[in-house]
């Protein structure tokens, strides 16, 4: 009889057991899925932001390599004029200057075949305006300090200022025609804010335009350039 008692009572334990396993998982998926907050699902953010940035304006100052030239190796210095006109939506101006040197592949083609040097168009400065889209503020730890970020998505036109290497022969002195074009600049990066003023940005820029296909002649066909960007801003 005693021994009946104990099966019974450890089985009706287990029935109570797995009653609260069930509630609990069942209310736990209508927290995280936030049905029981917000039926009609009109809550976006369930956060409130530390930083903001709407109406304040903010430069910006970056460098970087770009990725994009086979023959060159490319660094760039950017200026930005930022202005938010929501959290979600802003405008920007930049203006980039960048610096090419013949790289190892170019010296080697030099050597190998001197007479039949390839098509090199360098990108010397870009100007352009963009609209942010920034879809996600979130905050991460790192080693024990969290960090606020904004990630956003850039568009928008400009014009980039390219100079074409004319030389046909590596014994030639260095000579270069200067042409400009309208470009559609595309990026995405991250502003990291380490207090209501300054941030740390993490950019990716590329442009896309139209050129002759063989320097400076030829059907026009599309190129692409690709920079990142790291550096500080100032929302003032």
């Given amino acids: 009889m005693k021994s009946h008692g104990i099966w019974q009572g450890l ?48 430069l910006s100052v970056m460098a970087g390599p770009g990725i994009s030239n086979a023959y060159r190796n490319t660094y760039e210095i950017s200026g930005a004029f930022s202005y938010y006109l929501s959290e979600m939506f802003g405008v920007e101006v930049f203006y980039s200057t960048l610096n090419n040197r013949e790289n190892n592949t170019f010296e080697h083609l030099k050597q190998a075949a001197p007479n039949t040097l390839p098509v090199v168009r360098e990108i010397r400065s870009q100007l352009g305006l ?61 502003q990291y804010h380490l207090n209501q003023n300054w941030i740390v940005r993490f950019d990716f820029t590329g442009s896309i335009y139209q050129a002759p296909r063989f320097g400076d002649s030829g059907e026009n066909t599309w190129f692409s350039n690709y920079l990142f960007g790291f550096g500080l801003g100032y929302r003032i």
């Fill in 130 to 190: 963009v609209a942010h889209y920034v879809p996600w503020y979130a905050k991460i730890n790192v080693f024990n300090k969290v960090l606020y970020f904004d990630w956003y998505f850039s568009g928008g036109m400009g014009s980039i200022n390219t100079a074409l290497d004319t030389r046909t022969s590596a014994s030639s002195s260095p000579s270069y025609s200067k042409q400009d074009f309208l470009a559609l600049f595309l990026g995405t990066g991250h």
């Fill in 11 to 58: 089985f009706q334990g287990l029935i109570g057991v797995g009653w609260v396993i069930g509630v609990t998982q069942a209310y736990a998926a209508d927290e995280f899925n936030f049905n029981w907050l917000d039926p009609e699902k009109k809550i976006y953010v369930l956060q409130n932001r530390k930083y903001l940035k709407a109406n304040r304006p903010q």
